[in-house]
């Protein structure tokens, strides 16, 4: 299993980026698929995650209205769209791949047993 985040970058406050995780090696269309980050310091945090037919996002309070998360099942790829960046969105994002399972929240590091190695995303003020 591989998934291959790209995509992060040196943006304004207030700008807007797009990163993207490709996945392989999984049933993709089956997995949740979750986006967290890491600033540093802190612990890594839910930020948005989305079924696996795609019609159902979940993000972060944080971050509602502000990102957008999406799927393309045909080309195993799902992408966060960020705007209305703020400093505090500074971190490294990890998209993250889980199997549907009871008692997963969908919004904890623990559910999800993929990960890929992130891309930094820094918002200069």
């Known amino acids: 299993v591989q998934l291959q985040a790209s995509g992060g970058g040196l943006v304004q406050a207030g700008g807007s980026l797009r990163v993207s995780c490709a996945a392989s090696?999984?049933?993709?269309?089956?997995?949740?698929m979750g986006w967290f980050r890491q600033a540093p310091g802190k612990e890594r945090e839910f930020v948005a995650t989305?079924?696996?037919?795609?019609?159902?996002?979940y993000y972060a309070d944080s971050v509602k209205g502000r990102f957008t998360i999406s799927r393309d099942n045909a080309k195993n790829t799902v992408l966060l769209q960020v705007n209305s960046l703020k400093f505090e969105d500074t971190a490294v994002y990890y998209c993250?791949?889980?199997?549907?399972?009871?008692?997963?929240?969908?919004?904890?590091?623990?559910?999800?047993?993929?990960w890929g190695q992130g891309t930094q995303v820094t918002v200069s003020s």
């Open positions: 993250a791949a889980t199997i549907t399972g009871w008692g997963k929240t969908y919004r904890e590091p623990r559910d999800y047993g993929y």
């Open positions: 090696g999984i049933m993709f269309s089956r997995y949740y």
């Open positions: 989305i079924t696996g037919s795609g019609l159902t996002p």
